[in-house]
């Protein structure tokens, strides 16, 4: 069975600190690996990754996909307290998207 | 901008009742899809749609329906809600099945 699981559940850290997020997955064809940031609402889209090695970067988030082991890793440097929210990984198989549980963050001044 | 929009924030409907959740995204995106949020479940798609009046079962379509007549809306249909569809329902488009999917605000659903 297609599984993505996301690593810690919850973070709590203060401004300025670095924060890493994990999601490591198991899924048949594999497609590609989506960081998607929930606040109150609806899932805004963070990063597509295809593939292994390839740092995608915006501002202070960054991510990167290693195929081989089969994880991937979001970082957030220099955390601000608008950061704070569920942070959802997801993996594309052939046609629908299997998600994680997601990571909550809480970022406090 | 990709805008998805749905119909209620927040709903509220009793055991039995028929309930209709509406989904409209306006950037011709071929794909749509029905989701439902729990917590420590996370995200499970109940139903997707890749063309019109096209709809395929995703992971938990049982109590569940869909219609897509229309291009750029997509519609949940609960044929007898029950307490346990109580949940928070996303609606998501995509351009091409593969790409990213953009997330409606979401309907919160109560049934009592």
């Known amino acids: 069975e297609d599984k993505v699981v996301q690593s810690p559940l919850s973070l709590v850290v203060h401004e300025g600190d670095t924060v890493t997020l994990n999601c490591s997955y198991e899924?048949?064809?594999?497609?590609?690996l989506l960081w998607y940031k929930q606040e109150k609402k609806a899932p805004t889209f963070l990063f597509m990754l295809?593939?292994?090695?390839i740092e995608k970067k915006s501002g202070r988030l960054s991510s990167i996909l290693d195929k081989k082991e089969l994880f991937s890793i979001l970082n957030i440097t220099a955390t601000q307290t608008g950061d704070s929210a569920v942070y959802l990984c997801?993996?594309?198989?052939?046609?629908?998207?299997?998600f994680g549980t997601g990571t909550r963050l809480q970022v406090f001044p | 901008d990709v805008k998805v929009t749905q119909s209620s924030r927040y709903l509220v409907k009793r055991t039995g009742e028929k309930v209709f959740l509406e989904c409209v995204q306006d950037m011709d995106h071929e794909n749509m899809f029905w989701y439902r949020q729990d917590p420590g479940l996370g995200l499970r798609l109940i139903y997707f749609?890749?063309?019109?009046?096209?709809?395929e079962k995703g992971d938990i379509p049982e109590g569940y329906s869909v219609s897509r007549e229309k291009k750029e809306r997509f519609s949940l249909i609960l044929e007898s809600a029950s307490t346990n569809q109580t949940s928070m329902y996303l609606c998501?488009?995509?351009?091409?099945?593969?790409?990213?999917?953009?997330f409606g605000p979401g309907t919160r659903l109560t049934v009592t």
């Open positions: 997801a993996v594309h198989n052939t046609d629908k998207l299997i």
């Open positions: 998501a488009s995509s351009l091409v099945l593969g790409a990213e999917q953009y």
């Open positions: 295809t593939s292994s090695g």
């Open positions: 749609s890749y063309d019109v009046k096209m709809k």
């Open positions: 899924v048949t064809n594999f497609r590609s």
